[in-house]
């Protein structure tokens, strides 16, 4: 299956080279870049892909078939560029002489089904979360829950926990966070794009976990922020590292996008849950993009990051009408130089 | 004497006629013949290479967990530690309760139609029938989301807890908190899915029977239930099972509407109400993000272990129709 993609890709790299190549003999260049990866930026890709269409005239092609198969799709050369919601750690890029660099930030937010309780009324922290999750806090009544919500009196309901059944960054990134908050769920569960659940029902994308939480009374699940926000349902209040409780909103997602530490981590590789800024939201995640460092084909490669920069400078007011986060300008300088230095 | 010459050159005329028709007829039906064991090799020969592939691309997590992997109830892709039981036993579980719904029904539509109905209604019911199974399988996904699951939460589930929960020796099964999606709204889904290839089956095979026996049979006294319980279904039994198998085999590798409805937890459960996991609705959602080697393989593995299920689900009941014969004597 993946080589059958494969070799499609590579049949249309080829005719799209032979194009571009055609075509430059009258200085015209109309390039189709193709990208593969990441399902949660895809929204944001095609209506980028469809603005830089309008602008320039050169497409993109991009196929969201998760962050896994864009990971594997740009390892086998058969795509311009991968975007992953996971980054990749350094050395494994060096190994596959990949770069990489983020490209947008989104949020995960936690949504909850009780009788009573309105939007950004409840209010958890990391390890209450954690612990619902590995199924420790079964009752919405619980002690632990009830001294962060002083002011909520909420009844003795069995918690029904929802998490993803599908490998996806979504998963990853709030794995990542309850990771970092509870050591509990570090050494039980760990992270990845999927995890062993210690309790709670599964449903099939960000679609199915709202579906799942809308249909199932007391229960908790995660989902994106445009999913909360679309569909109406009951999102919490998070504390976060520096103790405030947030409200999930483009503003706390770009505060700790601005709060991460990104001058110490090498190719950008760093998960910015749990996010030191004052007003910072701790689920964050960023979308990274990969590419080659050493392009086989300059003037593909050029195209891509004609578009990269395009999408940096001028794409990420449309990022934030779809209710992703526009990346700070210091960090949009950091890629810029990166590039720079790193791609040849 | 003059005419036998002539009548016997006629003869020899007809004679290389004949050999010479028979020459390009024996040639035509060899290459017919040979077509046709081609056609009937070529399905062998995917199946065969299906499986192989999928032997193939799962020997890693084969040669890793070796037979455990068949029994060990644990799905841990961060530990990288796969076990196929909790699948294998959600893929038949949800078949067998779809089984126990389709059968009967399936049963009852295809009597209605071809013994009860009257005329002017059997077109309009059998063609809503084929219409049914076209439906493609991700509709019944997103109905039994958002319109049974929900009514089964509300109505049902309360009422199966307090009343089977209750039951002694089958009561484990039906006791649990009322989510709406689980084993039991899986296995009614998959049934509802089934009913229209069963029962078109069984419609078209009751057809069949010649009308000169189930007239004798009514004009010895027989009521409709004893012509078709001794007349109909003996002399249709295999084509009935043939159209029971067709169902069973969608119902054992649907994919899409199960992974709705299912709950696509890899826990172990006694109770049906409870959330589990099937073959393919885990590798529907796992493959995309499948993230390493081991993880990859233990997923297509459960792909060729799927093949297997089905493979010896219908081996059993091959068996049971072939002890069933013997016993009376076909």
Do not use: C
């Not at chain 1, 930026?41 to 469809?50: A, D, E, I, M």
Request: aromatic content about 10%.
């Amino acid at each position: 299956m993946k080589r059958l993609f494969g070799s499609r890709f590579r049949a249309l790299r080829s005719s799209a080279a032979l194009t571009a190549s055609l075509l430059l003999a009258q200085a015209v260049v109309a390039t189709e870049l193709t990208g593969a990866g990441s399902t949660f930026v895809y929204p944001l890709l095609s209506q980028w892909s469809s603005d830089y269409r309008d602008a320039t005239g050169n497409k993109i092609n991009y196929q969201s078939i998760g962050s896994g198969g864009g990971i594997a799709q740009i390892k086998a050369a058969t795509v311009d560029f991968g975007a992953t919601d996971k980054p990749l750690p350094p050395d494994e890029l060096a190994q596959f002489g990949l770069a990489q660099f983020p490209i947008v930030i989104g949020g995960v937010v936690p949504v909850v089904n009780i009788d009573g309780v309105a939007p950004g009324q409840l209010r958890l922290d990391g390890d209450t979360v954690a612990r619902i999750y590995l199924g420790q806090i079964t009752q919405w009544n619980d002690p632990a829950i009830a001294a962060l919500n002083p002011g909520l009196k909420l009844g003795a309901g069995a918690i029904s926990v929802v998490h993803r059944s599908d490998g996806s960054g979504t998963t990853f990134n709030f794995v990542n966070y309850l990771g970092k908050v509870s050591n509990d769920w570090h050494t039980k569960v760990g992270e990845g794009t999927s995890v062993q659940w210690p309790v709670g029902v599964g449903g099939k994308g960000n679609e199915g976990v709202a579906a799942y939480v809308k249909q199932i009374k007391n229960s908790i699940g995660y989902v994106e922020l445009e999913y909360a926000l679309k569909t109406g349902m009951s999102f919490t209040q998070l504390q976060n590292r520096a103790g405030n409780f947030v409200v999930p909103s483009l503003e706390s997602f770009e505060a700790a996008a601005a709060s991460a530490n990104w001058s110490v981590a090498k190719d950008f590789s760093l998960v910015i849950t749990d996010a030191p800024g004052a007003n910072a939201w701790p689920i964050t995640a960023s979308v990274f993009v990969i590419v080659y460092r050493q392009p086989k084909d300059p003037v593909r490669s050029k195209a891509a990051f004609d578009f990269f920069r395009w999408a940096l400078e001028k794409g990420q007011a449309r990022a934030k009408e779809l209710n992703y986060v526009a990346l700070p300008a210091p960090l949009v300088k950091s890629i810029e130089s990166y590039w720079a230095s790193e791609i040849k | 004497m003059s005419a036998l010459p002539s009548a016997a050159i006629g003869l020899t005329i007809d004679d290389a006629h004949i050999k010479a028709r028979s020459v390009v007829e024996t040639r035509q039906d060899a290459f017919f013949r040979a077509l046709l064991f081609a056609a009937a090799t070529l399905v062998l020969l995917i199946l065969g290479a299906a499986a192989a592939s999928m032997l193939w691309g799962g020997r890693l997590a084969f040669e890793t967990f070796g037979w455990k992997f068949i029994v060990n109830d644990e799905w841990d892709a961060v530990g990288h530690q796969f076990g196929a039981f909790v699948p294998i036993y959600g893929t038949l579980v949800s078949s067998a309760i779809a089984m126990v719904i389709a059968i009967p029904v399936s049963f009852g539509i295809a009597l209605f139609l071809t013994e009860i109905a009257p005329t002017w209604l059997r077109g309009p019911v059998g063609a809503a029938i084929e219409l049914l199974a076209g439906i493609p399988s991700i509709i019944y996904g997103m109905w039994g989301l958002f319109s049974f699951v929900p009514f089964m939460a509300a109505y049902v589930l309360p009422w199966v807890d307090l009343h089977l929960g209750a039951v002694p020796w089958i009561g484990p099964l039906f006791r649990g908190p009322p989510l709406g999606i689980g084993m039991l709204t899986a296995g009614i889904v998959l049934g509802i899915m089934v009913i229209p290839f069963i029962s078109s089956v069984m419609r078209d095979v009751f057809r069949t029977v010649p009308a000169s026996l189930k007239e004798s049979a009514y004009a010895l006294g027989s009521t409709t239930w004893e012509v078709v319980w001794n007349v109909v279904l003996p002399y249709t039994r295999s084509a009935v099972v043939g159209g029971i198998f067709l169902g069973l085999g969608r119902a054992l590798g649907e994919t899409m509407a199960v992974t709705f409805v299912l709950g696509n937890a890899h826990q172990l459960s006694e109770s049906l109400l409870m959330p589990g996991n099937s073959i393919a609705a885990t590798i529907a959602n796992e493959f995309t993000e499948a993230d390493s080697d081991i993880y990859l393989s233990a997923l297509i593995a459960l792909g060729f272990l799927l093949f297997v299920v089905t493979f010896i689900v219908l081996a059993i009941a091959r068996l049971m129709l072939y002890n069933l014969a013997r016993k009376e004597g076909h």
